[in-house]
DNA sequence: CCAAAAATGGACTATTTGGTCCATTCGATG
DNA sequence: CATCGAATGGACCAAATAGTCCATTTTTGG
């Protein structure tokens, strides 16, 4: 309204220290009811209540309940991300791989693999719900397989992964392994189908390794 | 309450053909609106519109929208596990595998990817909210899974399949990779996740292969 | 063909939930 | 310390949705 085409979401006015942590509160109240309760069964109320805010403040940084799922599911995959840079950033050999998939599987276990993966859960939920939410999903899901696949390839310049080998493929696959994993430990609430699913797509990769 | 024990769902009272069909119209409508709108945003005046029946109909065979859900849940997991049974319970070839795949990315593809697998976003979304689905939904994997291993074990019978090979792993693995497949595929609008995914589960087994 | 049981239609109720509004409080700034 | 805009609390409203009830029609069985 103020200015066509600023920002994405356009702060309903000037936002204040106060204001934005208010913001930042509902956003990170709103992403653990989601994970745990899911998106629909997540109602405003449970919102207002879980970030000691009131229906007025809900209101006032977001239009509707769409924009606040969204904002969840930005917040969500910004989370992830960093994370995983973390923890793949500087990967460059088969043990960083292995090390990688036991941080994945030692946080999964500590809820008995409930709930399942913060953005798998969103995006099966989602896709076929908000567009928008279902692009940046995808697009986080690309940048965190993007992740692996750089790190496989740091893998190949120093001559530990066959130049054979196709690191994007194999990134995907993995990645796929992780999720299918997470949904069957979720489902089982049991985690070791994920720990199987992740040792087999780590086998595969073992098998493209020079010594 | 009529004997303790009896039927897990007991039929409020004599059912007639024609109840029977009202029945099955009912989860069945509510099945595919499940599937591709999600559970809970389904709503029963959906289902009663895409059935073609009434409240009271729908009041008449199921005690509330929980046990309803149930109900689609069952019937996904017999419709699913019976399709599976007919593409897996005669493989005994690698071969074979790579034909199941197929099928199953044909599928997919039919509606480019969205809304995933029938079993798989109904565990996701259902899986943190009601046990006694979930539980359902963790015996048809289960049971979907076992039926590959047992066509993995055939191979093994039949030579082709290396003995230190582990059927059971090898088929959560491929069950894993199948459905981390569907979800990228949902969320991407594109099967091509869920074919690279599918393509490194069978990868690996053919290393498996004895010839 | 008749009576009883089953099936049905759909109006109606209660509750939940998303969303609006305004009086009041808080805080930055001159 | 006065003022004005931002922030807040929470009552209130409207729509959506689960669930109830009963009069009527259809089917079944004697």
């Known amino acids: 309204m103020t200015r066509p085409g600023s920002a994405t979401v356009a702060p309903p006015r000037q936002l204040t220290a106060r204001g934005l942590a208010t913001r930042a509160r509902i956003v990170d109240a709103a992403a653990d009811l989601m994970y745990v309760k899911g998106v629909n069964a997540t109602t405003l109320d449970d919102v207002r ?114 130049d054979t080998a196709d690191p994007d493929k194999l990134a995907v696959g993995l990645m796929a392994a992780l999720q299918g994993g997470y949904l069957l430990a979720e489902t089982q609430h049991d985690i070791a189908p994920m720990e199987t699913a992740l040792d087999m797509a780590l086998d595969h990769i073992r098998s493209f390794l020079t010594k």
Chains 1, 2 share one sequence.
């Open 49 to 162: 209540a879980a970030s000691s805010t009131s229906k007025s403040q809900l209101y006032q940084h977001f239009a509707d309940k769409d924009e606040l799922v969204r904002a969840v599911v930005a917040r969500r995959a910004g989370q992830v991300i960093e994370r995983e840079q973390g923890y793949l950033e500087r990967l460059r050999s088969f043990r960083g791989l292995e090390r990688w998939r036991d941080a994945l599987v030692q946080r999964n276990a500590l809820q008995n693999g409930a709930y399942g993966c913060a953005l798998g859960s969103m995006a099966s939920e989602l896709s076929d719900q908000d567009d928008e939410a279902r692009q940046t999903l995808a697009e986080a899901f690309a940048e965190w397989t993007g992740l692996i696949a750089a790190g496989l390839r740091r893998m190949q310049d120093a001559g530990s992964l066959s």
